[in-house]
Nanobody, 120 residues
């Protein structure tokens, strides 16, 4: 069994910052790419940022220059530093990770989500 647990969401004023964390645990052999997505009410889930095992990152145009994705391979963790937050960043944020289990299979695992609300 593998679990991804997010933390760090909350309510913040426009222009503020939040740092999301996501830790993977369980029967993990290795972790390849990791990422963050978000889903706002009434909208489809959208990819926010991804990062490879070697640290190469990609961002949605809507968050470039404001969000930074990072990871700690020793801790099986991925982070999302969100600065200059806007009301349109309000969403449930999900982390995901491409994980090869001890059983040898590779799956795309998802966390349960953490709510981010940007409002004055």
């Amino acid at each position: 069994q593998v679990q991804l647990v997010e933390s760090g969401g909350g309510l913040v004023q426009p222009g503020g910052s939040l740092r999301l964390s996501c830790a993977a645990s369980g029967s993990i052999f290795s972790i390849n790419a990791m990422g963050w997505s978000r889903q706002a009410p009434g909208k489809q889930r959208e990819l926010v940022a991804t990062i490879t095992k070697s640290g190469y990152s990609n961002y949605a145009n809507s968050v470039k220059g404001r969000f930074t994705i990072s990871r700690d391979n020793a801790k099986n963790a991925v982070y999302l530093q969100m600065n200059s937050l806007k009301p349109e960043d309000t969403a449930v944020y999900y982390c995901n990770a491409l994980i090869r289990t001890l059983g040898g299979n590779e799956y795309d695992y998802w966390g349960q989500g953490t709510q981010v609300a940007v409002s004055s």
